[in-house]
């Protein structure tokens, strides 16, 4: 059975394309084997190939990054089903399996693995932050809370939060310290937030605070949506793509086995042809 790098969260989910003895290239220009036209995604943003029986992705000096599990690398990594892939705001995994020999039979009742719960629907991105979690949309990001009483004696009544991108005017990051955890704070035109403090910073419902192994991931975040808030004022200034250039793609990527005759008819339909 062939091993598959596939979209599995947003528009671009059922994408993919296998990774076999050739090197799989992944990026937004045509030439690559695995196409995304996302804004997201640099024109050649990264590639997969097989060493033995294990996958590895390597990227390829991209704007925005490749991480696994939430760690940008800058190597070659193991992947394997259960890794957390994003390119950009495209989350990615491995589906399939290479068998190169059949396996003792085990005594043991075998154990089914935990699937990693997916995103909301819409949601390019999840960050997980302390006793909190952070989800980024094309058009907004939505805070949520763990309901507690420490939670409460901090936040109060606040609870969740919905943030529409178009009324940010800034984003404070300030990275994790040596004693202090990170946090990620939304800022307003003519608005009240407080930057004299972390205490004063955290208690801010606008703020989302991380710890040390999260930070690589709200970096990200960072970095997604400040280029979506830049998109939304500025739209002429991103790379658009038609429903021919689309429809180009989806053929080039059927032609080439990435995609099922099945697959090419559905998204051709949503494209409106």
């Known amino acids: 059975m062939a ?28 030439s690559n084997k695995l196409v995304l036209p996302d804004p997201t995604i640099s024109r050649f943003h990264a590639r997969a190939f097989l060493r033995g029986d294990d996958v590895l992705i390597v990227d390829l000096d991209s704007k925005l990054g490749t991480y696994v599990d939430g760690v940008r690398i800058a190597q070659p990594t193991l992947i394997t089903p259960q890794s957390q892939v994003h390119l950009g705001s495209v989350r990615m995994a491995i589906q399939g399996t290479l068998i190169t020999a059949i396996p003792p039979r085990s005594t043991q009742p075998a154990q089914v693995p935990t699937a990693a719960p997916a995103p909301p629907a819409g949601c390019l991105l999840v960050a997980i932050g302390k006793k909190c979690a952070l989800e980024v949309y094309r058009d907004k990001v939505r805070i949520t809370r763990q309901h507690g009483l420490d939670q409460l004696l901090i936040h109060g009544l606040k609870g969740d939060r919905e943030i529409y991108l178009r009324t940010v005017s800034g984003i404070v ?16 035109a003519g608005g009240l937030e407080t930057k004299r403090a972390l205490l004063d910073a955290v208690q801010d419902s606008n703020t989302v605070i991380f710890e040390p192994s999260a930070q690589p991931m709200f970096e990200q975040a960072k970095a997604l949506i400040e280029q979506l808030i830049a998109s939304i004022h500025n739209p002429a200034s991103h790379q658009s793509f038609s429903p021919a250039d689309e429809l180009a793609k989806l053929h080039q990527l059927l032609q080439v086995g990435a995609i099922t005759q099945s697959e090419f008819d559905t998204h051709k339909r949503r494209l409106g042809f």
């Open 3 to 30: 091993i598959f790098l596939a979209c599995i969260a947003g528009a671009l989910t059922g994408r993919k394309a296998p990774v076999g003895d050739q090197q799989l290239t992944i990026g937004r220009d045509p």
């Open 173 to 188: 990051f300030k990275p994790v310290g040596t004693i202090t955890v990170g946090y990620l704070q939304f800022t307003f």
